[in-house]
């Protein structure tokens, strides 16, 4: 899998150009069918008449294949009285039924075709409802202008008022659909409907509030880490730290952000080591630094990376490296003034480390790399004891056990909260404890084990 992110600020990621004219959806959305429906394309925005909508089509399982909300909203229209279905050819009106939800940015989203009284009946839904994504709206059906069961889906910017037809549901004022939206659909390739493809309907990460301090996700899929870092930056928030977490093959994301702050941001996922170099040389060239380096697999080794446009003292950078590679910069570099402040190491016939270090003075320091879970327990206490406290954590297991990489240092503040050996909801727990004591995330690692995944965290004000 190779998956970037490029952001500038607070900027949404950039969407290469293609000859589609329909302007992108400023919103992220849902496949809308419900969880674990297989779903196929059979029109995307480019090949549908007219442009700029989308044809979907349930399959598989057993019908009626129920349509849900894409994003959450509030439902302004709703018509599910009809049940014929038109030949759109007759020159008889096309009395679509349909439901149009309006969404907090300013985009609507149209759900058309579904079976009579599904919506209003089955459902139990009328306009004014506010409704989630993945909440239940009807059934997929052939009402209206259609030639078989299918959805209509579509992505609008209505006019202010008397934005649609009664008939049909169609945008008022839409010539050359100048008011359609080409969809983002979280956790798909591009985020995009490509007519003939097939997906399955799933939940993905929803819109997050604006205004908080912190915003921390674990545990979360790779293939949503697009999502959520788009639903970061809508509501102005920038990754602070990330770690990829392994798993039984797969790969799992534990972030977290915070406000934007001064500063343009780089960040990247997904990268082989050659991609990782590439964007590392670019970035360098126009300025940015690297502030974060995580490696991890999936489908063989992968890279990811924040880098910030920001001053600070001269740093050395490595990848991919072996242990005595790191090793001597350990015992050599030490010597030159500069300190390790991001340190990831992942299984590849051995240990293979990634780094950043920094020229600075951090007073007395200690950094290890092959600690168990209990010799972190000792390094802590050895360290605390000593002035010396923890600065970083990550994790990676090898040969079948668990490790955990620490750096301690002077120079960071004593006090905070330090966790090892967290499960899921305990790591939860210990992340909003420490919110409520005013403590912020200053690094968290999933590990697995032989009874799951485990997480360290470190959290200071």
């Known amino acids: 899998m190779n998956n ?128 989630k994504a993945g909440d239940y709206l009807g059934d997929e059906g052939k009402v209206g202008c259609a030639g078989g069961d299918h959805l209509h889906f579509e992505v609008g910017v209505p006019r202010a008022t008397d934005p649609i037809t009664t008939v049909g549901g169609f945008l008022q004022d839409n010539g050359d659909s100048k008011r359609n939206r080409r969809a983002r659909i979280c956790s798909i390739p591009d985020q995009r409907f490509v007519a003939g493809n097939s997906h399955t309907a799933r939940k993905v990460p929803g819109p997050m509030s604006a205004g908080s301090v912190e915003v921390a996700r674990h545990g979360l899929p790779i293939v949503d880490y697009q999502c959520l870092f788009d639903q970061a930056a809508i509501a102005g928030y920038q990754p602070v730290w990330l770690d990829m977490t392994n798993k039984g093959g797969d790969a799992f994301v534990n972030a977290v952000f915070r406000p934007a702050t001064a500063g343009t941001l780089r960040a990247y996922h997904g990268l082989d080591a ?46 991919g490296k072996e242990a005595a590679f790191h090793q001597n910069a350990m015992d050599n570099w030490k010597k030159e003034g500069f300190v390790p402040v991001s340190v990831s190491v992942v299984d590849s016939g051995g240990r293979r480390y990634s780094a ?38 990550n994790g990676y297991r090898l040969g079948g056990a668990p490790f955990i990489v ?10 905070g909260m330090q966790r090892h050996g967290l499960t899921n909801a305990a790591y939860q727990d210990a992340w909003e404890a420490a919110r409520k004591a005013g403590l ?22």
């Open 406 to 415: 620490a750096i301690a240092n002077a120079a960071t503040p004593a006090g």
């Open 356 to 393: 950043i270090w920094e020229k600075r003075d951090v007073g007395a320091w200690t950094a290890r790399s092959q600690l168990t879970p209990a010799e972190y327990q000792a390094f802590y206490d050895e360290n605390s004891k000593a002035g010396k406290n923890i600065a970083y954590v």
């Open 440 to 461: 912020l995330t200053r690094g968290v690692a999933g590990y697995e084990t032989d009874d799951g995944v485990r997480y360290v965290a470190t959290w200071r004000k």
């Open 4 to 131: 970037t992110l490029l952001c500038g600020g607070v900027a949404l990621c950039a969407v290469a150009a293609t000859a589609q004219t329909i302007p992108v959806s400023t919103g992220l959305y849902r496949i809308p069918y419900a969880d674990g429906t297989e779903m196929k394309v059979n029109r995307d925005e480019k090949t549908h008449t007219p442009i700029g909508r989308y044809d979907l089509v349930g399959k598989g399982g057993s019908e009626p294949y129920r349509i849900v909300a894409a994003a959450p909203g509030t439902i302004r229209f709703i018509e599910d009285s009809f049940s014929a279905q038109i030949d759109s050819d007759s020159g008889k009106p096309c009395t679509n039924n349909y439901v149009w939800i309006e969404h907090a940015n300013g985009e609507w989203s149209k759900y058309s075709h579904m079976r009579k009284d599904s919506t209003k009946v089955k459902a139990g839904r009328k306009v004014g409802d506010v409704v």
């Open 274 to 319: 050659d991609g990782y170099q590439a964007k590392f040389d670019a970035a360098k060239k126009d300025g940015f630094r690297p502030v974060l380096l995580e490696s991890y697999r999936d489908d063989g080794v992968r890279y990811a990376a924040l880098f910030r446009k920001v001053a600070g003292p001269g740093y050395r950078v490595y990848h």
